[in-house]
């Protein structure tokens, strides 16, 4: 069993930054892909970023240059950095681990962005 615990969510200002945590139970070595979504009101959960075991990254188009997804092995944390905030980045934000074909999911944290 997997368990993901989120950290760092709040209410920022526009241009603010946050740093979101995703800590995981045991090594994150084992995963395939580590990544982050969002999910505002009414909409559906998409993707933000995500990196691969191997350190490949992709972004949504409208985080590029603005957020950054790292990660430390030691401990076993994906993070989330934000910068540069918009009001559009209000949304709860689950930290998600791939492996093989299965996703682990975290709790969801929530980031309000005020204009």
């Known amino acids: 069993q997997v368990h993901l615990v989120e950290s760092g969510g709040g209410l920022v200002q526009a241009g603010g930054s946050l740093r979101l945590s995703c800590a995981a139970s045991?090594?994150?070595?084992?995963?395939?892909?580590m990544g982050w979504y969002r999910q505002a009101p009414g909409k559906q959960r998409v993707l933000v970023a995500r990196?691969?075991?191997?350190?490949?990254?992709n972004y949504a188009d409208s985080v590029k240059g603005r957020f950054t997804i790292s990660r430390d092995n030691a401990k076993n944390t994906v993070y989330l950095q934000m910068n540069s905030l918009k009001p559009e980045d209000t949304a709860v934000y689950y930290c998600?681990?791939?492996?093989?074909?299965?996703?682990?999911w975290g709790q969801g944290t929530q980031v309000t962005v005020s204009s």
């Open positions: 998600n681990f791939r492996m093989v074909v299965v996703d682990y």
């Open positions: 045991g090594s994150i070595l084992r995963f395939n892909a």
């Open positions: 990196m691969t075991s191997g350190g490949n990254t």
